[in-house]
């Protein structure tokens, strides 16, 4: 499985975007990037993924490599609610592709 | 997103006890999950199921023990609950789909104490 890389916590002042980085080195071609986050101890919400091309929705933005080794989760305008411990993931492909390995993920503090 | 339910949310139990955490579904998925969590540590995934009656260990060796009679249904069992169990367990759930690209959302936890 590939690996996963995430600095341990990162500071964002509020309304400002805040960038997350993620590197994967190990990636292979058919292994998705997926994003979680984790509010205070509640259940991981699901926030995006992607493959190769950059993805967007009403939550937030994914950037990926054109190399597909690393990536970044882009918040544009973050709150002080987007305090969190965010989770990349690289999903194998074939049968343990439905398993998600959590790793220690990156604390964001959004402070005013 | 899928609407996921567990319950109960806090339960403090004394050891022996057997307990039953409640989690279900509304949204048909036929794949559901079962991840337990220490505090402050990560996620790890300790039971699964890809529809009714089938049921596979994850991971982490969990001594509990889950049923999937229902598609919408999948309780997960301690008999004999012990302090060591004391931990924070949540279920997901997903489409089927290609394995890679389902997307699991989850319910809110269960943060088990036992004494």
């Known amino acids: 499985d590939a690996k996963t890389t995430q600095p341990p916590s990162m500071d964002c002042a509020e309304g400002r975007a805040a960038n997350l980085p993620c590197n994967h080195s190990?990636?292979?071609?058919?292994?998705?990037v997926y994003w979680y986050r984790q509010i205070h101890s509640q259940g991981p919400q699901y926030i995006i993924h992607g493959l190769k091309n950059n993805e967007t929705n009403e939550m937030a933005s994914l950037i990926i490599t054109e190399d597909r080794k690393s990536s970044t989760l882009i918040l544009p305008h973050a709150t002080l609610r987007d305090t969190a411990v965010y989770y990349c993931i690289v999903r194998p492909s074939g049968k343990y592709g439905n398993k998600l390995v959590f790793g220690a993920g990156t604390i964001l503090r959004v402070k005013s | 997103e899928a609407d996921i339910y567990q319950t109960p949310r806090y339960l403090v139990i004394g050891t022996g006890k057997k307990i039953t955490l409640e989690c279900s579904q509304t949204m048909g998925h036929d794949k559901m999950y079962w991840y337990q969590q220490d505090p402050g540590m990560e996620l790890h995934l300790i039971h699964y199921?890809?529809?009714?009656?089938?049921?596979e260990k994850g991971d982490l060796s969990s001594e509990s023990t889950v049923s999937r009679i229902r598609t919408e249904h999948f309780p997960l069992t301690l008999e004999s609950a012990r302090p060591s169990h004391t931990s924070q367990y949540l279920c997901a759930s997903s489409p089927s789909g290609q394995a890679n690209q389902e997307t699991q959302y989850f319910g809110p936890g269960t943060r088990l104490l036992v004494l």
């Open positions: 199921s890809y529809g009714v009656n089938s049921t």
């Open positions: 190990t990636i292979s071609g058919n292994e998705y």
